[in-house]
C-alpha cells in the first residue's frame, strides 16, 4: 500500500546510493521535482535507466551522480544535444559514464519483461544495426516453432522507477492520461515505486485512455503540484518550450551549468517552481 | 545553404526541400514521423498533398492533426488532436512491428551510399573521443517493419559520407538482397530528399544514384556535397518549385509552431 508522504521523506527512504533507477515519461509526465530532490540528497553513483534521457538526466549526469546510463534516445528534444550527457562521455566531465544502449523498440520490451518478471523478451528487432556489438544485454533466439531467429532483450528492473502522474486518492491509488509512454511497466518492473501527483482528489474518476495503478503496486505518493516542470501534465499544465531552449546555453558550459544547479536546485526547498 | 528567401526565387533551399519531401507523401496512407524534418515534411504533406494522411509519432499518438508543427515528439498537441493515444510498447510492437504502418519518415546524421544510418557516434580521428549522438531511437525498427521508408536531410559531405563510423539502422546494407537476408519486411529506403536533389537506391545495385535537381542546383553541387563518388542517373528530373499555396502552408505552419506562441 502508499503511504502519502512528503517528497523528501519518499526520495530519503527509497532512493540510494548505487541504486538502478528509472525516471520514465515520454515528453510528458517527467518527475522533475523527484529527481531535483534526488539532486539535493546527492543521492550517487546511480544507473539511469530511461527511453529518452532528456533535460533531466543532463542535470543529473552534471551534477556527477550517475555512474551508468540505459537508454534509447538521448537528446533535448526539438532543440539538439544532451551537453552534460555528451561532455561526460566523451571527456568523464565530472565522472565518465558508462553506457548501454538499445533501440526504443528494445528498450520498451527490456520494461515488458521486467513488468512480466520473465528474464527477457523477444522482438523482430536490431537486424543489421552494429548496437548489439556495444551491449551485452542484446542476443538472440530461434523460436521453437518456426526456426526464426528473433532478438532477446534482456528484462529492466530497476530497483526503483519514479513517475509522475495527475491524480491519487487518499488510499494512494494513482491515475495519469495523455501519453502514458511506457511508464505502468517501468513502475510494475521494479522493485520500489515513488509516484508524484499533481493533486490528490476524493475519488479518481476514469479517463479515456487513462491508466490506474493501484495503491498495492506503489510504495510512495507525494504530492508535488507542477512536479513535471519543465515538461508538463496534461489538464494541469503546458509544455513549457522556453526552458528547453533556454538549457540548451546553460548545459554548454561546465561553469554556468554548476551555477545553474546550485541556484535552481541545491539551494531551494522543494520543488522548483517556475 | 541559404537560409533566407532570395531576391531572384523568393523561397529558400531548406523550403525546397521541405516541399519536394511533403509531396513524396502524397500517396501515402500512414507515416511513421520522425522529429525534425520529417515532421515539418509531414505536416505540411497533411497541409497540401495529403490531408487524409495518418501521422504517428513514437511517443504513442495515432492520426495527430496539428494545427502548428510540434516542437517534440511529445507536444501535448499531438496527443490533443490524435484518433488515439497508446502506449510506446504497444505502438512498436503491435503497430510498427505489426507491419501496420505504410510510410517510415526518418532524418540523419550520417548516411552511405546505400542508404544506412548512423546516429550513434561518429569517429572524430585518432586520440580523440569518438563524438557522442542522440542513438538510435525508433529508427532501426521503423526502417525494418515500415512498408518503405523516406529520408531528409541537409546535403553536405559531412553528412553524404564514405563510409559510416556506425550502422544503427540498415538501408540497403551493401548492396541488393541484404534486407531479404535479414528477413526485413519493408522495402527499405525508397528516396532520399535533401536541399539539393532527391536520391534514389539504383534497383540494380541498392545505391543511391542522383534523380533530380531543384531548380537552380548544379550535377557539380551536389557531388560535391556528397562523401562518396556520386553516380547520376540517365535523366536528372528536376523538381518543381514551390507553389504559392505550398510556400503559404509551410510558412503558416512555423510561424505558428514559434515556441513564444507554444508557452503558457
Known amino acids: 500500500?502508499?503511504?502519502?508522504?512528503?517528497?523528501?521523506?519518499?526520495?530519503?527512504?527509497?532512493?540510494?546510493?548505487?541504486?538502478?533507477?528509472?525516471?520514465?515519461?515520454?515528453?510528458?509526465?517527467?518527475?522533475?521535482?523527484?529527481?531535483?530532490?534526488?539532486?539535493?540528497?546527492?543521492?550517487?553513483?546511480?544507473?539511469?535507466?530511461?527511453?529518452?534521457?532528456?533535460?533531466?538526466?543532463?542535470?543529473?549526469?552534471?551534477?556527477?551522480?550517475?555512474?551508468?546510463?540505459?537508454?534509447?534516445?538521448?537528446?533535448?528534444?526539438?532543440?539538439?544535444?544532451?551537453?552534460?550527457?555528451?561532455?561526460?562521455?566523451?571527456?568523464?566531465?565530472p565522472r565518465p559514464l558508462e553506457l548501454d544502449e538499445h533501440s526504443h523498440a528494445g528498450m520498451a520490451n527490456r520494461y515488458v519483461a521486467g513488468a512480466s518478471k520473465l528474464p527477457f523478451a523477444v522482438l523482430r528487432g536490431y537486424r543489421?544495426?552494429?548496437?548489439?556489438?556495444?551491449?551485452?544485454?542484446?542476443?538472440?533466439?530461434?523460436?521453437?516453432?518456426?526456426?526464426?531467429?528473433?532478438?532477446?532483450?534482456?528484462?529492466?528492473?530497476?530497483?526503483?522507477?519514479?513517475?509522475?502522474?495527475?491524480?491519487?486518492?487518499?488510499?494512494?491509488?494513482v491515475q495519469l492520461w495523455g501519453l502514458t509512454g511506457v511508464q505502468k511497466e517501468a513502475a510494475l518492473a521494479a522493485e520500489r515505486v515513488l509516484v508524484t501527483v499533481e493533486e490528490i482528489v476524493e475519488e479518481l474518476t476514469p479517463r479515456p485512455g487513462g491508466i490506474v495503478l493501484p495503491t498495492w503496486v506503489i510504495d510512495a505518493v507525494s504530492v508535488v503540484p507542477g512536479g513535471a516542470h519543465p515538461s508538463y501534465a496534461a489538464g494541469y499544465s503546458t509544455r513549457d518550450n522556453t526552458f528547453y531552449q533556454a538549457w540548451d546555453p546553460i548545459a554548454r558550459d561546465r561553469e554556468a551549468f554548476t551555477q545553474w544547479i546550485d541556484e535552481n536546485v541545491r539551494t531551494t526547498e522543494g520543488a522548483l517552481t517556475r | 545553404m541559404n537560409a533566407t528567401p532570395t531576391g531572384t526565387t523568393g523561397f529558400t533551399s531548406d523550403e525546397l526541400m521541405e516541399v519536394n519531401a511533403a509531396r513524396a507523401l502524397a500517396d501515402a496512407t500512414t507515416c511513421f514521423v520522425g522529429i525534425g524534418l520529417p515532421s515539418t515534411a509531414a505536416n505540411l504533406a497533411r497541409a497540401t498533398v495529403n490531408p487524409g494522411l495518418v501521422?504517428?509519432?513514437?511517443?504513442?499518438?495515432?492520426?495527430?492533426?496539428?494545427?502548428?508543427?510540434?516542437?517534440?515528439?511529445?507536444?501535448?498537441?499531438?496527443?490533443?488532436?490524435?484518433?488515439?493515444?497508446?502506449?510506446?510498447?504497444?505502438?512498436?510492437?503491435?503497430?510498427?512491428?505489426?507491419?501496420?504502418?505504410?510510410?517510415?519518415?526518418?532524418?540523419?546524421?550520417?548516411?552511405?551510399?546505400?542508404?544506412?544510418?548512423?546516429?550513434?557516434?561518429?569517429?572524430?580521428?585518432?586520440?580523440?573521443?569518438?563524438?557522442?549522438?542522440?542513438g538510435a531511437g525508433g529508427a532501426p525498427e521503423i526502417a525494418s517493419n515500415c512498408g518503405k521508408v523516406l529520408m531528409v536531410l541537409r546535403h553536405s559531405t559531412r553528412n553524404f559520407v564514405q563510409r559510416l563510423d556506425f550502422v544503427t539502422t540498415l538501408g540497403h546494407g551493401s548492396g541488393p538482397g541484404d534486407r531479404k537476408k535479414l528477413g526485413m519486411?519493408?522495402?527499405?529506403?525508397?528516396?532520399?530528399?535533401?536541399?539539393?536533389?532527391?536520391?534514389?537506391?539504383?534497383?540494380?545495385?541498392?545505391?543511391?544514384?542522383?534523380?533530380?535537381?531543384?531548380?537552380?542546383?548544379?550535377?557539380?553541387?551536389?557531388?560535391?556535397?556528397?562523401?562518396?563518388?556520386?553516380?547520376?542517373?540517365?535523366?536528372?528530373?528536376?523538381?518543381?518549385?514551390?507553389?504559392?499555396?505550398?510556400?503559404?502552408?509551410?510558412?503558416?505552419?512555423?510561424?505558428?509552431?514559434?515556441?513564444?506562441?507554444?508557452?503558457?
Not at chain 1, 166 to 172: E, F, H, L, S, V
Not at chain 2, 198 to 225: C, F, I, K, M, N
Open chain 2, 55 to 134: 501521422l504517428i509519432y513514437e511517443s504513442g499518438t495515432i492520426g495527430s492533426k496539428p494545427t502548428r508543427l510540434p516542437l517534440s515528439i511529445g507536444d501535448g498537441e499531438l496527443a490533443d488532436t490524435a484518433d488515439a493515444v497508446i502506449s510506446v510498447p504497444e505502438m512498436f510492437n503491435y503497430w510498427l512491428q505489426g507491419g501496420r504502418i505504410d510510410v517510415g519518415f526518418l532524418g540523419a546524421a550520417q548516411v552511405d551510399r546505400y542508404a544506412n544510418i548512423n546516429t550513434t557516434v561518429v569517429d572524430r580521428g585518432p586520440d580523440k573521443p569518438e563524438g557522442r549522438l542522440p
Open chain 1, 1 to 93: 500500500m502508499a503511504d502519502i508522504r512528503s517528497l523528501q521523506d519518499a526520495v530519503a527512504d527509497l532512493v540510494h546510493d548505487g541504486d538502478t533507477l528509472a525516471m520514465e515519461g515520454f515528453t510528458h509526465l517527467i518527475p522533475y521535482a523527484a529527481a531535483h530532490e534526488v539532486i539535493r540528497q546527492g543521492i550517487t553513483d546511480l544507473t539511469l535507466v530511461r527511453m529518452t534521457p532528456d533535460v533531466i538526466y543532463d542535470q543529473l549526469i552534471g551534477a556527477g551522480l550517475v555512474r551508468k546510463l540505459v537508454f534509447s534516445w538521448g537528446g533535448n528534444p526539438g532543440v539538439g544535444s544532451l551537453h552534460r550527457l555528451r561532455d561526460a562521455v566523451e571527456n568523464g566531465w
Open chain 1, 128 to 173: 543489421g544495426s552494429d548496437i548489439p556489438t556495444r551491449t551485452d544485454t542484446v542476443s538472440t533466439v530461434v523460436c521453437p516453432f518456426t526456426g526464426e531467429e528473433l532478438a532477446a532483450v534482456a528484462a529492466l528492473n530497476p530497483d526503483v522507477t519514479v513517475i509522475h502522474a495527475q491524480q491519487a486518492d487518499r488510499a494512494g491509488n
Open chain 2, 185 to 264: 519486411p519493408g522495402a527499405g529506403p525508397v528516396a532520399v530528399i535533401t536541399d539539393l536533389g532527391v536520391l534514389r537506391p539504383d534497383p540494380a545495385t541498392a545505391e543511391l544514384v542522383l534523380t533530380a535537381l531543384h531548380p537552380g542546383v548544379t550535377v557539380e553541387q551536389v557531388r560535391a556535397a556528397t562523401g562518396w563518388e556520386l553516380t547520376v542517373a540517365d535523366t536528372v528530373d528536376t523538381t518543381e518549385p514551390p507553389t504559392p499555396d505550398e510556400l503559404a502552408a509551410l510558412r503558416a505552419l512555423k510561424a505558428a509552431g514559434k515556441p513564444a506562441k507554444e508557452t503558457r
